[in-house]
């Protein structure tokens, strides 16, 4: 199972931008799905990005599509989560995942990070 840690978190004004990154660790990262799942207070975790591995489609969440990108750098390990045009809605604590469950579509992970908080003050 890969073990995975989350930086890059922090508070920042709205309209603001962040970059959170996700380190891997395992000599098969290139070989995962890897995705991004934010976790608002008081509500259940949900889907914000994923990018498969080979090609690296990447899919959003409506609410972040043309604001977040997520990439990723298989030499060095990581995954990113480029967000842009933050809005208080998008104050979450935020996951990193890998190595999707078959047939999820990635939306299912078998790997979590501890989590990352973002917070956005309008």
């Known amino acids: 199972q890969v073990q995975l840690v989350e930086s890059g978190g922090g508070w920042v004004q709205a309209g603001g931008s962040l970059r959170l990154s996700c380190a891997a660790s395992g000599r098969t990262f290139s070989t995962y799905d890897m995705g991004w799942f934010g976790q608002a207070p008081g509500k259940e975790r949900e889907f914000v990005a994923a990018?498969?591995?080979?090609?690296?489609?990447?899919y959003y969440a409506d609410s972040v599509y043309g604001r977040f990108i997520i990439s990723r750098d298989n030499v060095r390990n990581t995954v990113y989560l480029q967000m842009n045009s933050l809005k208080p809605e998008d104050t979450a604590v935020y996951y990193c995942?890998?190595?999707?469950?078959?047939?999820?579509?990635?939306?299912?992970?078998?790997?979590w990070g501890p989590g990352t908080q973002v917070t956005v003050s309008s």
């Open positions: 995942a890998a190595d999707s469950v078959p047939g999820s579509r990635l939306r299912y992970f078998k790997s």
């Open positions: 990018m498969s591995w080979g090609v690296g489609t990447t």
